[in-house]
């Protein structure tokens, strides 16, 4: 994805055509840069100043814009992040002063002090040239607060934290523009009109708080790594705005288990990315992987962090996923998974989070430990329950067992019933395939159940 | 500190059927409640209970029918008007609003730009 609206990189179809790498594109790749790192600490930062949140993206934005000219003149600052927040905070102080009628608007609420004591650091003096107080904390927070919709949530934090535009954000859910764009508003409305504090939550409310943003981050993580609709397997622009957010998160917050637990997951997840389709863009199974082609780095980084994740009190559910991801990582092939232990990790994880997902999972990791049959009981019984009803990864799941016992004709119905559940076309061609294999004609999806 | 107004919906069936013992409670709870806000740093600035929808009367245009605007199986039935710091805040003194045919809903007052 681009730099939110000061993209300097010309598109592949225009753009500067005389001159290769000079000045202009150094310094064009350094704001792109400060883009994607400094974004979330200058508008941050900038939103304490401004004390509202639409004005501080305005005066963000304009100093990138700003950066842009001067840094090709000037050359690149030191500190890309401090100039920008200086810059920014500049225009937000002016842009007060100008209009007053700034004031009147239902402010962002800044400063409450944290009610718990200890709970959080206090508020650093907002002075203009001390040091820089770092609010990316307040500012996730705000975005992930729960008086706001799941959808509302992840919209703001990729518009406020990432710095996307509405437009890529849009297309990155498949969600028509104007769409996202009230969604945007919508929400950043409701911030100031009920007064969402921007703060970080006390120690009381701290564990559902994070618990809200790592499902957030996580959201993003699981869209991209398997986009419900598109032509790619993996989306990944969103797989990479979610590995970062989970690594700002980790040095903001590096005592929390389960910040931990995300990143990891997402480490040992995404290391398998580039296996995950074939030459053609074909979807492979963990089973069909080439695991030569695992990013080690990834895998290594990711195991390192797993052990204090589990550590110091029950281990929370991202935690507890990155142990089950460890496992698959660190097996020497599919056949050789330790899957029992995969199985009473799932037993765990059911107990810390009861879900019909964690059910399933458990079932497919059942039948490779114990059998087919024994998964495919599971499985049934969680057909029963009727709360997957229209996921997409029950009948997909079902219908394996079914081939691999043998019984093609209910595989082939199953594989139709995923089929009519899924508009990926890396996903649809796979099940087309399969039904072909269990000697089913493909149909359009008139399986469905 | 800003104004918000925690408002009740609850069952009224539930209350038509319920027992002396239980308006006992109720009432209990509110009164513990009004003392409540007061503890946690809000202030209560005014609250009512409603006559049940039956007693409700809507015009729409200048059209009078009998009942409520909109009919639910969880109705309004009360309300409170509280100041808090902010939403947090009001959240955390509405989780102690008894309402237990139903919940309540919290909804900031809106304030207009002055002059």
């Known amino acids: 994805m681009s730099a939110a609206g000061v993209n300097p990189e ?24 400060a883009h994607r790192r400094e974004w979330a600490f200058v508008l941050a930062a900038t939103a304490r100043v401004a004390g509202d949140i639409d004005l501080a993206e ?17 050359g690149v600052p030191r500190n890309p992040g401090a100039w920008l927040t200086t810059a920014a905070r500049r225009r937000a102080i ?49 975005c992930c607060h729960p008086a706001l919709a799941r959808e509302a949530q992840v919209a703001l934090t990729l518009r406020l934290v990432c710095g996307l535009t509405t437009t890529e954000i849009a297309q990155a859910f498949l969600v028509p523009e104007p769409t996202m764009a009230a969604r945007v ?14 703060r970080v939550p006390g120690a009381a409310e701290l564990p559902d708080r994070l618990d809200a943003v790592l499902t957030v981050v996580h959201l993003l993580y699981t869209t991209g790594h398997m986009a419900p609709a598109g032509e790619n397997v993996v989306r ?25 637990g995300l990143l990891a997951l997402l480490l040992l997840t995404d290391a398998r990315r580039a296996t995950r389709a074939d030459a053609d863009g074909r979807l492979l199974l963990l089973a069909d992987q080439d695991r030569s082609r695992w990013d080690r780095a990834a895998i290594a980084e990711g195991l390192a962090l797993v052990p204090g994740a589990l550590r110091g009190g029950r281990p929370g559910r991202f935690a507890l996923q990155a142990a089950i991801a460890a496992l698959h ?38 039948a490779l430990a114990e059998g087919p049959e024994a998964g495919l009981a599971q499985i049934q019984e969680l057909e029963r329950d009727g709360r997957l009803a229209g996921y997409r990864y029950l009948p997909a799941a079902k219908a394996d067992l079914l081939r691999r016992l043998g019984r093609r004709e209910e595989a082939a119905q199953a594989y139709r019933a995923a089929m009519a559940l899924t508009e990926n076309s890396a996903e649809r061609d796979f099940l087309g395939r399969r039904i072909a294999e269990t000697g089913g004609r493909p149909g359009p999806g008139n399986g469905g159940g | 500190m800003a104004e918000y107004l925690i408002l009740i919906y609850e069952d009224e069936n ?28 809000g202030k209560l600035i005014a609250g009512n209970a409603l006559q049940p929808t039956p007693t409700a009367t809507t015009i729409r245009g200048d059209v009078v029918t009998d009942g409520p605007f909109v009919e639910t199986k969880e109705a309004l039935g009360g309300y409170y008007l509280i100041d808090a710091r902010d939403l947090d805040h009001a959240l955390d003194i509405a989780k ?9 809903e919290v909804r900031p007052i809106m304030v207009f730009p002055q002059g």
């Open chain 1, 58 to 74: 305005e005066c963000v934005q304009d100093a990138y814009v700003a950066a842009l000219d001067v840094w090709s003149r000037q």
């Open chain 2, 14 to 41: 539930a209350y038509a059927t319920a027992s002396p013992d239980v308006f006992q409670e109720v009432m209990e709870a509110h009164n513990r409640f009004a003392q409540q806000v007061g503890e946690k740093g």
């Open chain 1, 236 to 260: 990944g622009d969103l797989v990479e705005r979610a590995i970062d957010l989970a690594r700002m998160l980790r040095s903001l917050m590096p005592d929390e288990r389960e910040v931990r």
């Open chain 2, 96 to 104: 102690l609003c008894p309402a237990r045919f139903g919940g309540v």
């Open chain 1, 329 to 366: 990582a660190e097996a020497p092939s599919y056949a050789e998974t330790d899957w029992r232990q995969i199985v009473q990790l799932y037993d765990v994880l059911l107990a810390a989070w009861p879900s019909p997902v964690v059910m399933l999972n458990r079932a497919v990791a059942l």
């Open chain 1, 185 to 198: 508003t919508r929400a950043k409305k409701k911030i100031s009109a009920a007064r969402i504090a921007y």
């Open chain 1, 94 to 142: 002016d842009a007060l002063r100008r209009d007053r009628t700034l004031r009147g608007k239902l402010p962002l609420l800044i400063e409450p002090v944290a009610p718990v004591a200890g709970s959080s650091p206090p508020p650093a003096p907002a002075g203009e040239d001390d040091v820089i107080p770092d609010d990316r904390l307040r500012l996730v927070f705000t």
């Open chain 1, 10 to 33: 010309p598109g592949p179809d225009g753009g500067q055509a005389d001159s290769g790498a000079g000045p202009g594109d150094e310094s064009a790749a350094a704001v792109a840069d």
